[in-house]
């Protein structure tokens, strides 16, 4: 008898020891990857292996998150959400290619999707951020998004 309940403590250890090791998928701003540009003035972001909500901070180590990067968070499919900073000036192609309708790209300092077209240097003129991407966009009028 003392041995299955060894066995039993034995298995629900190592239940509990996997379920953190298999939290590398949750949302958490060490999986956004920042990267110097701009002559070390500047971020830009990309990420990988997240769910849930991700909030794209406007600055790191004290500097501003400017860019996001081409494919960053394509085949991002367990995201539910993520916010763009007013900082971000450059979003490059494909940046959210394959994503769905059940998910959502809110965008701060910008009204409507012209204003933010306009105001980002995108890769390509036509909207490429956007590209492949299904997912609502709901953007910030300046006191709610809509």
Do not use: H
């Not at 860019?67 to 539910?80: D, H, K, P, V, Y």
């Amino acid at each position: 008898m003392k041995t299955n309940k060894t066995i039993v403590w034995g298995f629900f250890a190592v239940l509990f020891a996997l379920a953190f090791i298999a939290c590398p998928d949750d949302p958490d701003p060490i999986r956004l990857k920042f990267t110097l540009i701009n002559n070390d003035t500047e971020y830009s972001v990309s990420g990988e292996g997240m769910s849930g909500a991700v909030i794209i901070p406007a600055t790191y180590n004290g500097k501003p998150v400017t860019r996001i990067e081409s494919w960053a968070f394509s085949e991002c499919t367990r995201l539910t959400s993520i916010t763009i900073p007013a900082s971000v000036t450059s979003i490059c192609g494909y940046a959210f290619s394959n994503w769905t309708s059940s998910q959502t790209i809110y965008v701060r300092g910008y009204a409507s999707e012209a204003a933010a077209d306009a105001a980002w240097d995108t890769e390509w003129p036509d909207g490429s951020w956007r590209r492949y991407c299904n997912a609502t966009i709901k953007y910030w009028n300046g006191s709610e998004y809509q």
